[in-house]
C-alpha cells in the first residue's frame, strides 16, 4: 500500500527555520519518480512548492526566491523541504506527493511546480510562522 507520511512541521517564528521529511512506503521504485511538495493556506487554494526529478534535478516556486531547498535520499526512501528565513505568508499545511505510474519506469517533473500532478498525496504537516 502506498504511503507518504509527512514529519517535522510545527510552530516557528518570523526568520526560524524547519525541515520537513516525507517517509514513502508501499511502492518498489520512488527513486524514479518525479516527487515534491505542495502547500495550502488557510482560506487559499493548494500550490505547488518544489519538485525533484529522479537525476535530481529540482525546480521551484517563484515566490520562495531561493528560501526553501528540496532533496531527497533515495536509499532511505525520503524526501526532504528545508525551509529558512520563513515569514508568516509560509504559514500553511505542507504536503508531500509523487508520481506513481509504471514501476521503475522514470518520470521526469514539468518544468514548473504549479504543472505537477501528482498521483498520490500524504496527509499533509502543518507549519505555523508568527512575526
Known amino acids: 500500500q502506498v504511503q507518504l507520511v509527512e514529519s517535522g512541521g510545527g510552530s516557528v517564528q518570523s526568520g526560524g527555520s524547519l525541515r520537513l521529511s516525507c517517509a514513502a512506503s508501499?511502492?518498489?521504485?520512488?527513486?524514479?519518480?518525479?516527487m515534491g511538495w505542495f502547500r495550502q493556506a488557510p482560506g487559499k487554494e493548494r500550490e505547488g512548492v518544489a519538485t525533484i526529478g529522479p537525476w535530481l534535478n529540482t525546480r521551484y516556486a517563484d515566490f520562495l526566491k531561493g528560501r526553501f531547498t528540496i532533496s531527497r535520499d533515495n536509499g532511505k526512501n525520503t524526501l526532504y523541504l528545508l525551509m529558512n528565513s520563513l515569514e508568516p505568508e509560509d504559514t500553511a499545511i505542507y504536503y508531500c506527493?509523487?508520481?506513481?505510474?509504471?514501476?521503475?519506469?522514470?518520470?521526469?517533473?514539468?518544468?514548473?511546480?504549479?504543472?505537477?500532478?501528482?498521483?498520490?498525496w500524504g496527509q499533509g504537516t502543518q507549519v505555523t510562522v508568527s512575526s
Open positions: 506527493a509523487t508520481s506513481l505510474g509504471i514501476p521503475y519506469h522514470f518520470t521526469s517533473c514539468p518544468s514548473h511546480p504549479a504543472e505537477f500532478e501528482p498521483d498520490y
Open positions: 508501499g511502492y518498489p521504485s520512488y527513486s524514479t519518480k518525479c
